[in-house]
């Protein structure tokens, strides 16, 4: 897979000035991370959804992986619980395919020496064999949260050795947003929410009528009724940001029910 510049689109609310290249351009490590998390989104796991990423010294990427179970075994044949009185074999454990392995196996390219692996949380020591079988120089990783796990410490010990570089991931950005609609019909919708942001800031907050901004965070206008300010929370239909509790965390009223509601459509 190659990587050609702007291969995302144009994205968010980045400053462009016309003079010169668009800034805020994601990163290549907050790129290669992100991909990490979004193959993570592959994952039937219903505990733990990890995602890896093999990228080159030339940041090709070369393989992609997510913990699942081997091609072929189907999904709803094999356990997925942590634990069972029936003992290991009802677990997941004996059966899931670890992301980095999957990663390693599923490369696109002859090999994978001296290449870097992102993956979401710190490999297990079954994975760092791997890593270091496979010729991978650098482990980034987002999570080490399982840190004081013999696995873990296992892993740390086989890289130190094999001078396998390791480093927790610093995101230049804590939340990528990501549009799953054409680009078009988003530029319509956020001069929609445009206009309805700059209409509920008009409106006197005496005259809202609180609608609850249903799964988000900020719990809406339940708690504070006529605060002019969830007005706000609503326009964050499938894809926009809820104003008060941040991106992505709750399902809102669609932007047609809003445009409706201040008359702009
Ligand atoms: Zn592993």
Same mark, same amino acid.
């Given at each position: ?11 968010? /609310? ?30 039937? /796991? ?151 942001? /700059? ?67």
């Amino acid at each position: 897979m190659g990587v050609g510049s702007g291969a995302m689109g144009a994205m968010g /609310d980045d400053a462009r000035d016309g003079q010169g290249p668009r800034k805020g351009a994601l990163s290549w490590d907050d790129y290669f991370m992100s991909l990490a998390f979004l193959t993570a989104m592959r994952s039937k /796991d219903p505990s733990t959804q990890v995602g890896a990423c093999i990228v080159n010294a030339r940041n090709r990427i070369i393989g992609v992986g997510y913990n699942g179970m081997p091609s072929n075994c189907p999904n709803d044949e094999l356990p997925w619980g942590k634990k069972s009185s029936s003992g290991e074999l009802a677990t997941k454990y004996p059966y899931v395919v670890h992301a980095e392995l999957n990663a390693v196996l599923n490369k696109n390219s002859e090999s994978c020496a001296g290449c870097r692996i992102y993956t979401t949380l710190f490999p297990c020591n079954e994975c760092a064999k791997v890593i270091i079988q496979a010729g991978i120089r650098e482990v980034i990783y987002a999570s080490d949260k399982h840190s004081e796990r013999l696995s873990a410490k296992a892993s740390r010990r086989l890289f130190d050795l094999a001078g396998v570089e390791m480093r927790h991931f610093a995101p230049e950005k804590d939340l990528l947003a990501l549009p799953l609609r054409y680009t078009e019909d988003r530029q319509r919708a956020d001069r929609v929410v445009e206009r309805v942001v /700059d209409r509920v800031e008009r409106v006197p907050a005496a005259q809202m009528t609180p609608l609850a901004c249903s799964g988000c965070s900020c719990r809406g206008s339940r708690e504070t009724a006529n605060d002019r300010w969830n007005g706000l929370g609503w326009m964050a239909a499938a894809g926009f940001a809820c104003l008060i509790g941040g991106v992505g965390r709750g399902r809102m009223r669609p932007v047609a029910n809003m445009a409706a509601r201040f008359g702009l459509r």
